[in-house]
């Protein structure tokens, strides 16, 4: 037996166990509350959720995977998928607290790998499972720190697709910002109107360190009106110097920006703008490079139903987002999409989302039924989502 079956074998067996520990959990989890009464329940909170999903994409791909941008994370065509399964085990800090959410899927695996498929090679596959944990503490002076592992600051969308508008992410979620973060955070509420929120992260996408420096992040919170949001956010300065980069560079900035609105009971807006940059060390003299674009939101709810429309635009003019694909204006890709989502809840726990979407580009990036490239693409998606 050569050493390299002996490490195939016993990787193969560590992620049996991984997955026997996170079915193991997910039983306790729904049996615990059958087998405690409530003076006697744990000082922690149970909570999950099951996210599946059709997408039918009308250029039927010849690889049966949707296209740039909206395989995040509705990756597959014409089949019936499981996008995440998850389980959040927290206690809010009274002053200690902890939270893990588990996740198992190809949602899991895109988040950590880049791809809906972990190679066991990828030094952050050992971690794909565990979406967040970390160990909270509220001071006394109103300060609470964070450390561990958790999702980033950034971005309007977030990865469960229960607390998103639409079923299908944004171009902005999927290309302009990080996913997950391991570090340090420290949030502050000044008043009601207004807090501030500071990071220090390994880097971008990343448990395990890759060089020598660290990554910072800022969040100021501010709400001047009732049923009025604006969130402002930076992370950076990330650099790349291994081998395993597209391309090499450092001092990465993106600059974030939200507002969101509840005009009425019923009728809310959003609005989310990106500005990327960073100093290309691939080749010289290339310089800064830079990529921007912004997304606005509609939604209209009542009761169990509710109607939510995305329109966005992104202008990746020096190939940071999209890397360059079919790039023939030579200019980068500029990629805008629309998208339209009909939703009603069922039994309080049960969403289901129909869900159309259009991606067009100045490039020809998609791909059609006989596996030629064209400019355009749209889908039709059916998401249900179970949480507990």
């Known amino acids: 037996m050569t050493k390299t079956e002996t490490f195939n074998e016993q990787e193969e067996h560590f992620m049996k166990k991984a997955v026997q ?81 588990l996740d198992y899927g190809a949602t899991a695996d895109l988040v950590a790998c880049g791809s809906p498929s972990c190679d066991p090679s990828n030094p952050e596959s050992a971690y794909k499972n565990i979406q967040q944990a970390y160990v909270s503490w509220a001071s006394p002076i109103g300060l609470n720190i964070d450390m561990g592992k958790f999702v980033t600051h950034m971005g309007l969308e977030v990865i469960e697709s229960q607390d998103n508008w639409n079923y299908t992410r944004s171009l902005l979620f999927c290309c302009a910002i ?88 019923m009728l809310s807006f959003a609005f989310n703008y990106d500005y990327g940059s960073l100093k290309d060390q691939s080749t010289a003299n290339l310089g800064t490079l830079s990529y921007s674009g912004w997304a606005a939101y509609a939604r209209l709810h009542k009761g169990e139903n509710a109607v939510a429309v995305r329109y966005e635009m992104t202008d990746d003019k020096d190939n940071l987002m999209y890397g360059g694909i079919n790039d023939a204006n030579n200019n980068g890709n500029k990629i805008n999409e629309i998208t339209v989502t009909g939703e009603h809840k069922i039994g309080g726990n049960l969403l289901t989302r129909l869900e159309y979407r259009y991606d067009s580009s100045d490039d020809k990036v998609y791909i059609d039924h006989n596996g030629n490239p064209t400019d355009a693409q749209g889908q039709l998606v059916l998401g249900v989502v179970a949480t507990f």
């Open 178 to 265: 990080p996913y997950y973060h391991e570090g340090i955070r420290a949030n502050y509420a000044i008043n009601d109107m207004f807090y501030v929120n500071g990071y220090v992260y390994n880097g971008w996408n990343n448990v395990v360190e890759n060089n020598n420096m660290k990554t910072f992040g800022a969040q100021v919170g501010i709400s001047p009106i009732k049923d009025l949001s604006v969130i402002l956010n930076w992370i950076g300065p990330e650099e790349c110097s291994s081998a395993s980069c597209a391309a090499l560079y450092d001092n990465k900035q993106v600059y974030d920006a939200i507002v969101t609105y509840n005009a009425t009971e």
């Open 21 to 101: 520990i996170l079915y193991g959990m997910l039983f306790i989890a729904l049996l615990l509350p059958m087998t405690v009464k409530a003076e006697d329940a744990p000082p922690f909170e149970i909570s999950g959720s099951v996210d599946t999903y059709y997408s039918y994409n009308f250029n039927r791909p010849q690889d049966r995977l949707n296209g740039v941008g909206t395989n995040n994370f509705a990756f597959y065509e014409n089949q019936f998928s499981l996008s995440l399964a998850e389980l959040v085990i927290k206690h809010d800090p009274s002053p200690v607290g902890f939270r893990i959410d």
